[in-house]
T-cell receptor
Framework: DTGVSQDPRHKITKRGQNVTFRCDPI?????LYWYRQTLGQGPEFLTY????????KSRLLSDRFSAERPKGSFSTLEIQRTEQGDSAMYLC???????????FGEGSRLTVL | AQSVSQHNHHVILSEAASLELGCNYS??????LFWYVQYPGQHLQLLLK??????LVKGIKGFEAEFIKSKFSFNLRKPSVQWSDTAEYFC??????????FGGGTRVLVKP
């Protein structure tokens, strides 16, 4: 158990619906990352928070995607008007200071029908 | 653009065979390098990392990796694999900034 919790683990939705994923980090980790992983690919960076500040966002990320970390603890990733291409595993990972080691959660698998 | 290339998508070998997985990155400056492993049904976890110093780094479970700066490479090795090493292996690097960039992964199947 890495200590990074993600919810839900699986989500099936219809195209056009909105979905939200939650990540609860290891408590002392101030850096939180969201990645997306599709079958046969490595994790692709989406966005990064240091405490409550969103410091970096992938230029490839559609404006249908938004992430928050309101109090510098848990984070949410919302996808609006989902498309079939959004089907993927959404991974949350956290890091303390600048150790460089990412601790990953189990991921939230999204299937868009 | 920053990227990581892993040469083999799939590797199949027998127990006790030696393993070497290739990894090359594209970035001209200082990098931190990582290998992550994902066992079947489990989350990604760190195998080893290189920040500075001795370019030969040792990780968990008998794995090691060598950073060759002139070749922009960080290949992973294990002299004698076990069935339990069946997993997907990801190379990653961090340049300026705070994000890790991952390669596409190599699936390793070790036959008993």
């Amino acid at each position: 158990d890495t200590g990074v919790s993600q919810d839900p683990r699986h989500k099936i939705t219809k195209r056009g619906q909105n979905v939200t994923f939650r990540c609860d980090p290891i408590s002392e980790h101030n850096r939180l990352y969201w990645y997306r992983q599709t079958l046969g690919q490595g994790p692709e960076f989406l966005t990064y928070f240091q405490n409550e500040a969103q410091l970096e966002k992938s230029r490839l990320l559609s404006d249908r995607f938004s992430a928050e970390r309101p109090k510098g603890s848990f984070s949410t990733l919302e996808i609006q008007r989902t498309e079939q291409g959004d089907s993927a595993m959404y991974l949350c990972a956290t890091m303390t200071a600048n150790t460089g080691e990412l601790f990953f959660g189990e991921g939230s698998r999204l299937t868009v029908l | 653009a920053q990227s990581v290339s892993q040469h083999n998508h799939h590797v199949i070998l027998s127990e006790a065979a030696s393993l070497e997985l290739g990894c090359n990155y594209s970035y001209g400056g200082t990098v931190n390098l990582f290998w992550y492993v994902q066992y079947p049904g489990q989350h990604l976890q760190l195998l080893l990392k290189y920040f500075s110093g001795d370019p030969l780094v040792k990780g968990i479970k008998g794995f090691e990796a060598e950073f060759i700066k002139s070749k922009f490479s960080f290949n992973l090795r294990k002299p004698s694999v076990q069935w339990s090493d069946t997993a997907e292996y990801f190379c990653a690097f961090k340049a300026a900034g705070n994000k890790l960039t991952f390669g596409g992964g190599t699936r390793v199947l070790v036959k008993p």
